[in-house]
């Protein structure tokens, strides 16, 4: 499978986007997916998480009520909305695929990233 994470950008503090991360090569219905990021000069960090079906949600504790992680199985698509920006939330975004249908914590598939940028 590969995964194309797109929607990254400049934005304000206090600003929104969405993140989307597009499937090719398989479908990813029978698999969890994940969001993760890197700050600059950091290591890479769980964002969110959702199941295979979209019943089963996790958050970092940073994000909580701020990201909302959602799916579209149709579409082969999963989605990160990203509101209420931080400076510290600035970090390339990747999409990951889970190995399993729930949250393993092992993905085996990650896309390329892409970056947002929060300015103060």
């Known amino acids: 499978v590969q995964l194309q994470a797109s929607g990254g950008g400049l934005v304000q503090a206090g600003g929104s986007l969405r993140l989307s991360c597009a499937a090719s090569g398989r479908t990813i219905v029978n698999y969890a997916m994940g969001w993760f990021r890197q700050a600059p000069g950091k290591e890479r960090e769980f964002v969110a998480a959702i199941s295979s079906r979209g019943v089963t949600i996790r958050y970092a504790d940073s994000v909580k009520g701020r990201f909302t992680i959602s799916r579209d199985n149709a579409k082969n698509t999963m989605y990160l909305q990203i509101n209420s920006l931080k400076p510290e939330d600035t970090a390339v975004y990747y999409c990951?695929?889970?190995?399993?249908?729930?949250?393993?914590?092992?993905?085996?598939?990650w896309g390329q990233g892409t970056l947002v940028t929060v300015s103060s």
């Open positions: 990951a695929q889970d190995r399993t249908s729930y949250y393993s914590g092992r993905f085996d598939y």
